[in-house]
Every structure is written in C-alpha cells, then in structure tokens.
Nanobody, 122 residues
C-alpha cells in the first residue's frame, strides 16, 4: 500500500515562510511526478507546483517566484518551500504523486496525501 504523508503546515504571518514535506512510502518502482495542490474553503483544488523525476518543474502563476518545489528522489520526498506568504495562500495543501508500481511498465497510479493546513492571517 502506497502512502503519502505531508508535514510542515502551520500558521505564519504574512511575508513569512514555511516548508512543506511529503514522503512516499510503500512498495513501488519509481515516482515519475510529484506535485503540490491546494484547496481553500469554498474553492476548487488547484495545482500549485509539479516536479517530474528528471527535475523539470512548473508552477501556478500565483506562486511563481515565491514558492520552490524540490525533490529528493533517494528519499522519495518532495518539498515545497514557500516564501513571502500572503493571506490568499491560506489553504489545505495536498501532496500528489504519480507512481509506477512495477518496473518496465508504463502503468502508473495517482495518490494523494491527507493534506496539511497552511494559514496566513490577514
């Protein structure tokens, strides 16, 4: 059973920084992509940042130049360094991973973490 476990959320003042972590555990072959999504109250879940195993990344326009996604492939971990946080960044942040469970196949499955709350008071 594959699990994604996030950590690092909390309350931070506007302009501050937080670092989220997400560790993938279980039996699998590789993780082609890992990403962070967020969902604010009453809003749809949105992509924040994604990084593929080769190192390429992409960001939502609203967080570009403030957030940085990184991966430690040896630890099956993805990070989200968030700086210059704004009240509109307040949301539950979810880790997402596309996981290949068997080597030498193209089949992948997607998994979600349980979410971690980030609150930036206005």
């Amino acid at each position: 059973q594959v699990q994604l476990v996030e950590s690092g959320g909390g309350l931070v003042q506007a302009g501050g920084s937080l670092r989220l972590s997400c560790v993938a555990s279980g039996r699998f072959s590789s993780i082609p992509a890992m990403a962070w999504f967020r969902q604010a109250p009453g809003e749809q879940r949105e992509l924040v940042a994604v990084m593929v195993s080769g190192g390429g990344s992409n960001y939502a326009a609203s967080v570009k130049d403030r957030f940085t996604i990184s991966r430690d492939n040896a630890k099956n971990t993805v990070y989200l360094q968030m700086t210059r946080l704004k009240p509109e960044d307040t949301a539950v942040y979810y880790c997402h991973a596309e996981i290949r469970q068997r080597a030498f196949t193209s089949e992948t499955r997607t998994y979600w973490g349980q979410g971690t709350q980030v609150t930036v008071p206005s």
